[in-house]
């Protein structure tokens, strides 16, 4: 994921702060991703305009308490020299985290 973020990319999660600049975003994901050692993705549309993309998509997978999880949502994705420079995330069941 590294190779893909500008340096100064911001993300917007639910329930969280904004994080802005590469490292933050790669730490978040990190811990986050340690709450769900088992996490598929499944991109179910997507849309692109210019130097943005709209990702439908849905997840599976077993929490570290080894109990499933699931959920929906989109995430916005924006561009700046091929690079993403912005996340927002939207999901359809902000409880089940």
């Known amino acids: 994921m ?3 973020l500008k340096e100064d990319a911001r993300l917007f999660f639910p329930k969280t ?4 600049g590469k490292e933050r975003i ?13 996490l598929t993705f499944t991109v179910e549309h997507t ?3 210019q130097d943005k993309v709209a990702a439908h998509w849905r997840n599976r ?5 080894n109990e499933p999880y699931e959920n929906e949502g989109v995430t916005l994705f924006f561009f700046e020299d091929g690079l993403v ?11 089940k985290f």
């Open 17 to 20: 702060q904004p994080l802005i």
């Open 47 to 49: 849309i692109a305009q």
């Open 85 to 95: 420079s912005l996340m927002s995330d939207f999901f359809k069941d902000t409880g």
């Open 61 to 65: 997978g077993i929490n570290r308490k």
């Open 2 to 4: 590294a190779n893909f």
């Open 26 to 38: 790669l730490k978040f994901f990190q811990i986050l991703f340690r709450q769900y050692p088992e």
